[in-house]
């Protein structure tokens, strides 16, 4: 549980969302065998969800980020 | 990146359309705008006869115009038309949250767009280029009957007579509004930076239909006036100009902060409820970063961090797809409904004539696609 906890709560929400499309699109039949109980089923959630947003969330940051940045540096610089 | 340097880039704002502006200055000089305008009314379909008692120069530039570009591979254009069926609800979503809010980051296209239409819905200009992706679409787009040719001719027009008038009452800071540089950096905000949007959502696209996809726009920016020489042969150059042309205008303005905020409520207004408000403020965050969005003071919320599972979601949507006709249909559907919405927020309801035909869908079908496109890396500035 250790891990579990250290999850702040907006995380949770946003990997349980995750974990959540993640069933329902993904496997809901296989997911359902393996989830009989309540807590279990959250704690498969917000791990489904961690996994799915490290396979699909590390989408590198905004390209017009990377641009705004060098103007907002360039600016700076005077 | 020596390609574009700030002295060939300077070059360009001193660019306009030279045909249309020729066609534009000599209808202002007889006295035969008001006619050309009612007697276009009824010219809306390629192939149609041109109306009776065209003026001279009008007449020249319709004939002239009235063409595709000779240089057209047609098999790449169907390979587009193909992308777009296929991620429609994906595309119009970076149009709408993407490529609008870039034309806002740019201060003087954003003054330029409050500047001619301050009276009407100032994002109507960019929308209707947006819906160029539409009309294009059609099976029949550059055929006789079809009606993107004849809307590419007015647009261009109109181009010119805004570049005209602003001259004309003093009113524009430079020497051509709308200038060449503008013309291909939007351009740019419509086709790569539609698919760097794509690559962030997570959605999976090849490269050949990336590369397709540009090269639609290729031919759409010809048609619209911009120098063929001069637009970016490959995704390649076209990162290098985009970056370039960003990193040279891009910044925060009073009207960029308008237009972006009118985009918004536009869009809040179609979602029923407010529940679900938020939504947008955050998806165009997502899509053009913190910084960008900072300029154009798109509203914080808990919603950000939540947004971050788009393509969490999309991803599971892609691999339900693959489950079946019956799932894929289902989400073609959902697709197909999300385009509507946005693109016909967009342009206050006018797309909803030019619905994308269903039966390319069933005509070409997408191959499963093994390797995944990725933007080029951005250059040195």
């Not at chain 1, 906890?5 to 065998?33: C, K």
């Not at chain 2, 009407?120 to 280029?129: K, L, Q, W």
């Given at each position: ?67 705004a940045?060098?103007v907002a540096?360039?600016n700076?610089?005077? | ?12 704002r ?87 809010p870039a034309c806002y980051l740019v201060p003087h296209v954003a003054k330029l767009l409050s500047a ?6 100032p ?49 524009w800071s430079e020497?051509?509004p709308?200038?060449?540089e503008d013309?291909?950096g939007g351009?740019?905000m ?55 042309y960003m990193v040279r205008h891009m910044g925060p303005s009073a009207e960029g902060v308008d237009l972006t ?31 960008s969005?900072?300029w154009l003071q ?84």
């Amino acid at each position: 549980m250790g891990r579990n906890e250290s999850v702040r709560p907006q995380d949770e929400m946003l990997y349980l969302a995750a974990g959540v499309a993640d069933l329902v699109v993904g496997g809901m039949r296989g997911g359902a065998r393996r989830l009989p109980r309540l807590v279990e089923m959250r704690e498969e959630l917000r791990a489904r969800g961690e996994l799915a947003l490290r396979r699909t969330g590390s989408a590198p940051e905004a390209h017009l980020e990377v641009l705004a940045r060098r103007v907002a540096e360039r600016n700076a610089d005077g | 990146m020596d390609r574009y340097t700030d002295e060939y880039m300077d070059g360009l704002r001193l660019k306009g359309d030279e045909l249309a502006d020729a066609t534009v200055e000599a209808l202002f000089a007889g006295g035969e705008v008001a006619r050309f305008n009612t007697l276009m009314r009824w010219f809306t379909t390629s192939g149609q006869a041109l109306p009776e008692g065209l003026p001279d120069s009008a007449g020249a530039y319709l004939r002239v115009t009235a063409m595709p570009p000779d240089w057209v591979d047609w098999t790449l254009m169907e390979q587009a038309r193909q992308f777009f069926i296929d991620n429609d609800a994906h595309i119009s979503t970076a149009l709408a949250f993407a490529a609008m809010p870039a034309c806002y980051l740019v201060p003087h296209v954003a003054k330029l767009l409050s500047a001619t239409h301050s009276l009407d819905y100032p994002s109507r200009r960019m929308a209707e280029t947006g819906q160029f992706t539409v009309y294009l679409m059609q099976p029949d787009a550059f055929e006789a009957g079809g009606r993107f040719l004849p809307a590419a001719q007015k647009v261009r027009l109109l181009h010119a007579s805004i570049r005209r008038h602003l001259r004309q009452e003093n009113q524009w800071s430079e020497p051509v509004p709308i200038c060449q540089e503008d013309m291909i950096g939007g351009l740019m905000m419509f086709s790569i930076q539609v698919l760097d949007a794509l690559y962030r959502l997570g959605v999976h696209i090849t490269p050949e239909g990336a590369q397709a996809y540009y090269y639609a726009w290729r031919v759409v920016g010809t048609v619209l006036g911009c120098d063929p020489a001069v637009i970016p042969a490959d995704l390649q150059t076209a990162r290098e100009f985009s970056d370039r042309y960003m990193v040279r205008h891009m910044g925060p303005s009073a009207e960029g902060v308008d237009l972006t905020r009118e985009l918004i409520e536009m869009y809040e207004q179609v979602v029923p409820g407010t529940l679900l408000d938020p939504v947008v403020p955050a998806l165009i965050r997502f899509l053009i970063g913190d910084t960008s969005a900072d300029w154009l003071q798109v509203p914080r919320s808990r919603w950000d961090s939540i947004i971050k599972i788009a393509p969490t979601l999309l991803g599971a949507l892609e691999r339900f797809e693959d489950r079946g006709p019956w799932a894929s249909q289902l989400s073609d559907r959902l697709g197909h409904l999300v385009t509507t919405l946005e693109l016909s927020s967009l342009t206050h309801g006018r797309v909803m004539h030019y619905a994308i035909p269903q039966e390319l869908k069933t005509a070409y079908g997408m191959p499963s696609a093994p390797a995944r496109w990725t933007p080029p890396p951005s250059a040195d500035l």
